[in-house]
C-alpha cells in the first residue's frame, strides 16, 4: 500500500477563496482523521470519521471548516472562506481500530493563505 | 518532556550520546501509548508502542518504558544520530475505546555530529 495519501502537498490562495484538501485513506482502514499544525497550537485533532461516519467534529474551529468521507477510500476537508490564520499543515491519518494499532499519517498539505 | 506556554521543548545532544525524553500522559485509564517522530516537513510516524501490561519495550536502538504509578512515558535513543534529529511525540489510547491519537506539543531533538 502508497501509505495514506494528501493532495495537494502545498496550497496558496489568497483570503476568502475556498479551499479544498483531499485525502486517501489506507486501504481498510476503518478510522480517518483531519488533524492542523501550526507553531503556536501543535498538532490538533479538527475530526474524525469511523467507516465513513464523522463521530466527532468538536476540533472543527468554525463553521468555515468543513469535512465529508463520501466513500471508503477519499474524505476532504474545505475552508469557505479562508482566512489568514488557516494558514498551517493540515495532515490525514488513517487507522485501523482492532486489538490498538497506531495511526498513520500522510505528508500533509502546506496551506498558505494571503 | 510535555511542553508547558508556547515553546517547544527541545533537547540538544551529541551524536553518538544516548537519548531520553519524556512525556506525562493524563488518563489512568490509557494501556496503549505510542511514541511518533515527525521529521520536518514530514508527517509523524510510528516508532514504538508499548502496553500497560508492560513496564519496558525495546526496538533497534529505541526503548520506551512506561511507569503506570506517575503515569510516565520515555523514549530513550541508543548513540544518536544526526537523522534521529526530529520532533517526537507520545500519544495515549484506552483499548475498546475509540481510538483518537491525541498528542501533546512534543519534544524537539537536535543531534550534532
Known amino acids: 500500500d502508497a501509505g495514506v495519501i494528501q493532495s495537494p502537498r502545498h496550497e496558496v490562495t489568497e483570503m476568502g477563496q475556498e479551499v479544498t484538501l483531499r485525502c486517501k485513506p489506507i486501504?481498510?482502514?476503518?478510522?480517518l482523521f483531519w488533524y492542523r499544525q501550526t507553531m503556536m497550537r501543535g498538532l490538533e485533532l479538527l475530526i474524525y470519521f469511523n467507516n465513513n461516519v464523522p463521530i466527532d467534529d468538536s476540533g472543527m474551529p468554525e463553521d468555515r471548516f468543513s469535512a465529508k468521507m463520501p466513500n471508503a477510500s477519499f474524505s476532504t476537508l474545505k475552508i469557505q472562506p479562508s482566512e489568514p490564520r488557516d494558514s498551517a499543515v493540515y495532515f490525514c491519518?488513517?487507522?485501523?481500530?482492532?486489538?490498538?494499532?497506531?495511526?498513520?499519517f500522510g505528508q500533509g498539505t502546506r496551506l498558505t493563505v494571503v | 518532556g510535555e511542553s508547558v506556554g508556547l515553546h517547544l521543548p527541545t533537547l540538544s545532544v551529541q551524536e553518538g550520546d544516548n537519548s531520553i525524553i519524556n512525556c506525562a500522559y493524563s488518563n489512568s485509564a490509557s494501556d496503549y501509548f505510542i511514541w511518533y517522530k515527525q521529521e520536518s516537513g514530514k508527517g509523524p510516524q510510528f516508532i514504538i508502542d508499548i502496553r500497560s501490561n508492560m513496564d519496558k519495550r525495546q526496538g533497534q536502538r529505541v526503548t520506551v518504558l512506561l511507569n503506570k504509578t506517575v503515569k510516565h512515558l520515555s523514549l530513550q535513543i541508543a548513540a544518536t544520530q544526526p537523522g534521529d534529529s526530529a520532533v517526537y511525540f507520545c500519544a495515549e489510547k484506552v483499548t475498546g475505546g475509540s481510538y483518537i491519537p491525541t498528542f501533546g506539543r512534543g519534544t524537539s531533538l537536535i543531534v550534532h555530529p
Open positions: 486501504s481498510g482502514h476503518d478510522y
Open positions: 491519518a488513517s487507522s485501523f481500530n482492532r486489538g490498538g494499532t497506531e495511526a498513520f
